[in-house]
């Protein structure tokens, strides 16, 4: 799979922000550093990332109208009311990413909205129908042009969690060295 130059960049800065305030809160219990080790497993469980799940049947509702106007080859003009829906999936895991890692799509970023405390994510596009069955194509289409990096950040949040025990005990460890006592001998 793709990706465009901005979500490689992006990636990697987003995950680097989620290690250090992971490595900030194991340091901050303000315990021994023999005592670090114990709160290990609650700050891993705390800043484990949980891939992106979207059901794929969504709900549709309406959301605005627009004006379209259309010139004749006569020369008339005609205007169309072009009705706008609300497409809302239910989403699980953490779906931030979504928004605060740009996908290499042509849908409008700013279409894509998510509800964090309703856990609801989606987009509001033209359609010519409220009909789910008829409509259905065109709703597919704009789910993967709107989400189709999905499979790439879970990639990459997989990576996350794997990589966030070794770096957080290895980076533990020098923190100790770095911090050790000097040992005075008589």
């Not at 497409?87 to 740009?102: N, Q």
Request: glycine share 2%; hydrophobic share 30%.
């Amino acid at each position: 799979m793709t990706t465009s130059p901005t979500t490689q960049t992006a990636l990697p800065a987003y995950f680097e922000q989620k290690y250090n305030q992971a490595f900030k809160d194991l340091l901050n219990r303000q315990s021994l550093s023999s005592e670090l080790d114990s709160h290990l497993d609650e700050t891993i469980s705390l800043h484990s990332l949980h891939p992106v799940n979207i059901t794929q049947t969504p709900k549709i509702e309406p959301a605005h109208t627009t004006t379209m106007k259309v010139r004749s080859t006569y020369g008339t003009v005609q205007e169309f009311e072009v009705p706008h829906y609300k497409v809302t999936y239910s989403c699980s895991g953490d779906p931030e990413l979504l928004v605060s890692i740009p996908s290499d799509t042509s849908l409008n970023p700013d279409a894509v909205f998510l509800n964090t405390k309703n856990r609801h994510l989606g987009f509001v596009i033209p359609l010519e129908t409220e009909d789910e069955s008829l409509a259905k194509s065109q709703i597919d289409e704009y789910f993967m042009d709107a989400f189709k990096n999905i499979l790439h950040i879970n990639f990459q949040i997989e990576a996350y969690n794997q990589s966030l025990r070794a770096r957080l005990k290895r980076d533990l460890a020098n923190w100790k060295n770095k911090h050790k006592k000097p040992v005075i001998n008589d």
